[in-house]
C-alpha cells in the first residue's frame, strides 16, 4: 500500500466526494470536533468535482495539516467502490472508517463505532437504522415506507446478518474491507448491501450501533427511481450467487 511513509494512525476515514462544497468543511470540523483524543486522518476522495470541493479540501489542509486531510482526487466519477479503493491505497490505519460527506452520517457517532469495535473485536461495525434508537430524519413517508420495504425484502431473501443493508456509515479492519472489495462486483447501489451479504457469508463478525440517518443538509439527493430499479437487479443478483 501506498500509505506516506513515517505517516502512522489508527484509523482512517475515508469520505468519498462528488459536488460536496457546502458539506465538507463541516464534516471535516465535526470530525475532529467529535475524536479529540483519536488518532485519524480523513482521506477525501473527489471524483473530479467542478463545483471547486477540491479547492475547499485544499484550505482545510492548510487549517489542519496535510498529513490529517488527505486530498486523493480521480479524475471523474469512477464508482464507490472503486472509490474506497483508492482511499485505501494511502491510508495508514489499521481500521477504515468509510462515511458520507452529506452530513447524513453525523460525526458524533463515531466514538460508538469505535467502542464497540474495541469491546466486542469486530471486524465490521455498521451504523443502523433499524434497531432501537436508531432512525431516519427529513425523508417524507413514501421514501420511508420505500426504504424499510427493500430492507425487509432483503432481510427475507439474504438473512445478511445485519439489519441495515444499504447503510454506508461504517467500521472495518482494514484487512476485511480489502477482501470485501476484492470480492464484490456490484457498482453504485448495491456496492453497501453486496459488501454486507458476503461478510456474513464469509463468516465475519458484524456488530451494529444505532444512528439517524439525517437527509443531506445541503445539495441534491444522488438517489432517484434508476437506484431503485438497481438496487432490485442487485437483490436478485445476490440471491443466486451468495
Not at 65 to 87: C, I, N, W
Amino acid at each position: 500500500m501506498e500509505a506516506a511513509a513515517g505517516r502512522k494512525r489508527a484509523y482512517s476515514i475515508i469520505v468519498p466526494t462528488y459536488n460536496e462544497r457546502l458539506n465538507v468543511a463541516l464534516i471535516v470540523y465535526l470530525i475532529f470536533k467529535h475524536l479529540p483524543d483519536v488518532n485519524f486522518e480523513i482521506i477525501i476522495v473527489d471524483d473530479g468535482s467542478p463545483d471547486g470541493t477540491q479547492d475547499i479540501v485544499k484550505q482545510l489542509q492548510q487549517v489542519y495539516g496535510e498529513d490529517f486531510v488527505l486530498l486523493r482526487a480521480r479524475p471523474r466519477k469512477l464508482g464507490l467502490g472503486t472509490a474506497y479503493l483508492h482511499g485505501l491505497k494511502h491510508a495508514s490505519g489499521e481500521f477504515v472508517i468509510i462515511m458520507d460527506a452529506d452530513l447524513s452520517h453525523h460525526p458524533k457517532y463515531l466514538p460508538s463505532f469505535i467502542r464497540k469495535q474495541k469491546e466486542t473485536g469486530a471486524d465490521i461495525v455498521t451504523g443502523t437504522r433499524y434497531v432501537k434508537n436508531g432512525g431516519v430524519h427529513g425523508w417524507n413517508l413514501m421514501r420511508k415506507l420505500t426504504s424499510r420495504g427493500a430492507n425487509v425484502l432483503a432481510q427475507t431473501l439474504l438473512q445478511p446478518g445485519a439489519s441495515d443493508l444499504t447503510g454506508s456509515f461504517r467500521l472495518y479492519k482494514r484487512d476485511v474491507l480489502e477482501d470485501l472489495i476484492s470480492s464484490c462486483v456490484s457498482k453504485g447501489y448495491v456496492f453497501q448491501m453486496e459488501m454486507i451479504v458476503r461478510a456474513t457469508r464469509k463468516g465475519y463478525h458484524i456488530e451494529e450501533v444505532p444512528i439517524t440517518f439525517v437527509d443531506r443538509v445541503f445539495g441534491i439527493s444522488k438517489l432517484g427511481g434508476s437506484e431503485i430499479v438497481e438496487y432490485l437487479k442487485g437483490l436478485v443478483y445476490l440471491l443466486l450467487t451468495t
